[in-house]
């Protein structure tokens, strides 16, 4: 039988060096910097790691001139490292097991409905209107594994700069929850599949941004993001 319509695209975000990394999933994670949680008023002690998603076609990808949304006064950047999934697995345990699904990991911005965001927090309500909306989840050129994981690592930070001012500038050792343990706490939920991507999380400094505004995220060596609010 035929489609009623023709069926959206596979989100797909480039490869580096070539190929596109077809997008399935998109989980977030929340509460990974103690910094990040005390500027949000929380106690980072207590916090263990949040989980939350966003639609695969929220991906934008470098380059482009995103609309400022709607539905929101308090639009804001978070800076993270994203981690592209590449095998299955589920109720996994072992550093070693993590390790074995990562395709590649990118520079990515995890975008926020602030003002929605303190609404539902509020009044504890889901989180999926502040989070995963159109255009929420900007992406770099995905680096393999294999080509960046060492330069990207070793003492990486992660900087995130709005109209070329630094805002955003932590070590990825800061992270809480590290890249395994993300990976192993995800699978204990989901089943994880090759084109899943993971948001891991922000460090402090996050803000409001403004039409107009022009976002870069850098991490060590990898591909740098780079996007701009349109006017
Ligand atoms: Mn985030």
Request: hydrophobic fraction near 40%.
């Given at each position: 039988m035929d489609y009623e319509f023709e069926p959206p695209a596979t989100p797909a975000v480039p490869v580096h060096g070539g190929s596109k990394f077809p997008v399935r999933r998109i989980f977030c994670v929340g509460k990974n910097y103690a910094d990040h949680i005390r500027e949000m008023g929380g106690d980072a002690k207590k916090s263990s790691p949040v989980f939350f998603t966003k639609p695969a076609d929220a991906i934008v990808m470098t380059g482009a001139s995103i609309p400022?949304?709607?539905?929101?006064?308090d639009l804001h950047y978070e800076g993270e490292l994203v981690v592209a999934i590449g095998n299955s697995g589920r109720d996994l345990t072992e550093r070693h097991e993590a390790g074995a699904l990562i395709f590649g990991t990118a520079c990515g911005c995890d975008l926020t409905r602030r003002d929605l965001q303190a609404a539902a927090k509020k009044a504890g309500a889901p989180w999926d209107a502040s989070k995963a909306f159109d255009h929420s989840a900007p992406v770099a050129p995905i680096g393999r594994w294999q080509d960046f994981s060492p330069d990207a690592f070793d003492g990486a930070r992660l900087v995130t700069k709005v109209n070329d001012e630094i805002r955003q500038d932590a070590p990825?050792?800061?992270?809480?929850?590290?890249v395994p343990e993300i990976i192993c706490a995800l699978s204990a939920l989901f089943e994880l599949r090759a084109g899943d991507l993971i948001y891991t999380g922000t460090p402090a400094g996050v803000g409001p941004l403004n039409r107009g505004d022009r976002v870069e995220v850098e991490i060590g060596t990898l591909p740098a993001l780079e996007f701009s609010i349109a006017e």
């Open positions: 400022y949304p709607q539905g929101t006064d990825l050792s800061a992270m809480i929850w590290t």
